[in-house]
T-cell receptor, first 113, second 111 residues
């Protein structure tokens, strides 16, 4: 049961460019939409998250766009830097306070000079 | 640093054996969750504990069990290990709802 589909699987972006990663979900009970960043040998770290009452949230170079009717949300990384090279996971979750997250399969992002 | 510490970092076990993985989180983190991450995949939810009681479980068999202790430490136990149990096991704790802090995991290899 693939509830969360993430695309693309891998992405190569030039330094200074915009990286865009997409996530599609099926479960309409999800009400928490985070993106996690994972470096090799490390656990995932929360990057940015959004609740369904807003359509966009920006934190520094990172922006989440949320489309409730399409059941999709995306991560935009502006001015991408080599240090952003990592694997990114969308991980929508259920009721507030329920820490069960359903992770996507991940996007390996590589930023080239 | 997330304040979540897992031990050991690596472990090799034989099929059929039992294993205990440990996690230590910060004071005040009342919720702890465990996830399994197979190579090249996203983490999968195993179960969650809140104030020492299991309050959510993913699609994992009963041979996966856990404990949470009053001192904010927890354990994941896996009995009758199978080759497919080889994975990175992640512990995550929450200081408040919606903020999961992950440890760096225990890499379990079953041979």
């Amino acid at each position: 049961q693939q509830q969360v589909k993430q695309s693309p699987q891998s992405l190569i972006v030039q330094k200074g460019g915009i990286s865009i990663i997409n996530c599609a979900y099926e479960n309409t009970a999800f009400d928490y939409f985070p993106w996690y960043q994972q470096f090799p040998g490390k656990g995932p770290a929360l990057l940015i998250a959004i609740r369904p009452d807003v359509s966009e949230k920006k934190e520094g170079r990172f922006t989440i766009s949320f489309n409730k009717s399409a059941k999709q949300f995306s991560l935009h990384i502006m001015d991408s830097q080599p240090g952003d090279s990592a694997t990114y996971f969308c991980a929508p979750g259920g009721d507030f306070g329920n820490e069960k997250l359903t992770f996507g399969t991940g996007t390996r992002l590589t930023i080239i000079p | 640093e997330t304040g979540v510490t897992q031990s050991p970092t690596h472990l090799i076990k034989t099929r059929g054996q039992q294993v205990t993985l440990r996690c230590s989180s910060q004071s005040g983190h009342n919720t702890v969750s465990w996830y399994q991450q197979a190579l090249g995949q996203g983490p999968q939810f195993i179960f969650q504990y809140y104030r020492e009681e299991e309050n959510g479980r993913g699609n994992f068999p009963p041979r996966f069990s856990g404990l949470q202790f009053p001192n904010y430490s927890s354990e994941l136990n896996v009995n009758a290990l199978e080759l497919d149990d080889s994975a990175l096991y992640l512990c995550a704790s929450s200081p408040y709802p919606g903020a999961l802090h992950f440890g760096n995991g225990t890499r379990l290899t079953v041979t």
